[in-house]
Structure formats: C-alpha cells, structure tokens
C-alpha cells in the first residue's frame, strides 16, 4: 500500500499507468505461483507464461484488463517488453522455491527473480542510456531489493514458517543452533538463538540498504523523492523487524504507519519544490 501511495503521490502522473500496471503484473504473477505444490505452481507458470506471451505479442489489444494495461505499457515504453521477458524467466526459481540451502541460494535469487521483479518499475524511472550511468544504477536496484527481501523474509517469518518455507538458508540456521522444527517450537529455549539470528540478518539487510542510499542521484530530479521514499520505507520496516526480534515468530513486523506517512509527506513536499523549480 505504501508503494502504490509513492507511486501517486511522486511520480509525474504520466508514469502512474506503467508503473501501476508493472506492480499488477508483478503481483499477478507472484500470487499465482506462490501457493501449492512445486508441480501446479510450474504447471501455472508455463501457461501464465504462454498468456503473457501471447498478449504481449498480439496485434490487438487482449481483452483481459490486466494484459490490457501491460500490453499498452510495452508500446509506450518497448523496453519493457524485455523486462518483463527477464521477469518471467527468473519465476522458475520462485516456481520451484522451498527454502534456501545457503547464502549463495538466497543471492540466485535475488538475481534471477527479485531483481527483475523490481526492474519492471525501476526501468521505467532509470536514468537515460546516453548518461553512461546503467550499472550503478542496476548496482544499486540490485542492493536496494537485496535489503527489501531480506527484510520481507524476516517480516513475514511467522507466516513462512507456518507455510513450511522460509527465506533464512538452512546452513544459517544451524549457524545458530537451529533447525526448522525448532522455529515452528513456542520453547522459551530457543530465544536467545532466534534474536541472534534475526540481529545477523537484520546487519545484513541494513549493509545491502545502504549501499543504495545514493541510488536517487543517478536519476533525473522528479524521480529521486519516490526513490528516497522506497528506501526509507524499507529502513522503517527493517526498524520494525529489530524491535520484534523474537516475537517474529508470533507477530508479523511492518513499518509504523504515522513514520511511513512522515516519510510520504516530506517526500511529496520535495516533490511539489522540484516540480515548482522545473516550470
């Protein structure tokens, strides 16, 4: 909800329908395959990825609103259609997802899945190729959403580990003496581990998040306070994931809603002054 409120409220209003539409799709797709066996979600994919493709490529416009919008966003901007090409690509490993082994299977996927996921928005505000500024800016969308999915993982423990998945490798776990029958235990036993763990994974997260900080300089002035915005989002809620700590077991963590509208308001202030600057 957040984002989307970014979205209307920083954004120049000619990007609201690309972006909104990108972040649908990006969510269409993510729900579809993020339920059931490894078997239906593949099989979803394959024919997600066929309709997709068949829209997309279609001399009208599909019928179907969701493709409509996404169909249209790829004739006003053509470089989306390789977004969201690399999009459905990296879904197989969301698609056959159960866990993380290691840390390098936490980085793949970020790579191949979460990165172009974000890539379908972020595209849309990068800096122009002539400006010579394409791999810091990936660069820092690549630390950006390294932050954010770490942050989601830890976020969202609760539910994960009641789904039976969850996005701390397993040889992190037993780093700290834990097993995942031991996440899914209410033993006061396992406390002091799960704040440990959840303090390394929390450093880690805030080191990717701020490696990006400088993210909003290397696009033009109307998009750096939507930017700004998404980055401090992402740093309230990783506040919110340290102060519950071990109650993430129990209780899912997001940001406090009146300093996530702190940040909105006084981004949309920078905003309206860079808007009043430009005329």
């Known amino acids: ?96 997802w159960t866990g993380f082994d290691t840390e390098d299977d936490f980085q793949e996927y970020v790579s ?23 791999e810091p800016f990936v660069r820092g969308c690549r630390a950006l959403i390294d932050g954010w999915q770490r942050g989601d993982f830890l976020a969202d423990l609760s539910e994960d580990v009641e789904r039976g998945r969850i996005g701390i490798p397993r040889d992190v776990l037993k780093r700290h003496g834990l097993t995942f029958e031991d996440l899914r235990s209410t033993s006061q036993a396992y406390g002091p581990a799960i704040e440990d763990l959840v303090r390394e994974q929390s450093d880690r997260a805030e080191a990717a998040l701020s490696e990006c900080r400088t993210l909003p300089t290397l696009v033009a002035p109307e998009y750096r306070p939507f930017l700004q915005a998404l980055i401090e989002v992402q740093e309230l809620r990783l506040h919110a994931v340290r102060r519950a ?25 920078a905003a309206r002054k860079q808007r009043r600057q430009a005329r």
């Open 245 to 269: 700590s071990g109650r993430l077991l129990t209780e899912a963590a997001g940001p406090a809603g009146p300093a996530s509208l702190r940040v909105l308001h006084r981004q949309y202030r």
């Open 112 to 134: 191949r899945y979460s990165l172009p996921g974000l890539m379908l928005t972020a595209s849309l505000v990068a800096p122009l190729p002539e400006a010579g500024l394409d």
């Open 1 to 96: 909800m957040h984002e989307y409120i970014a979205v209307r409220l920083l954004l120049p209003a000619r990007l609201h329908p690309p972006v909104v539409a990108a972040v649908a799709y990006m969510h269409a797709t993510d729900e579809l395959i993020d339920a059931g066996d490894v078997g239906e979600r593949r099989r979803a994919l394959r024919g997600w990825d066929a309709e997709t493709t068949a829209a997309l490529e279609s001399a009208t416009p599909p019928d179907r609103s969701l493709f409509l919008t996404l169909w249209d966003t790829t004739r006003r901007h053509p470089f989306m259609a390789a977004r969201v090409r690399a999009f459905l690509d990296g879904a197989e490993i969301e698609a056959s």
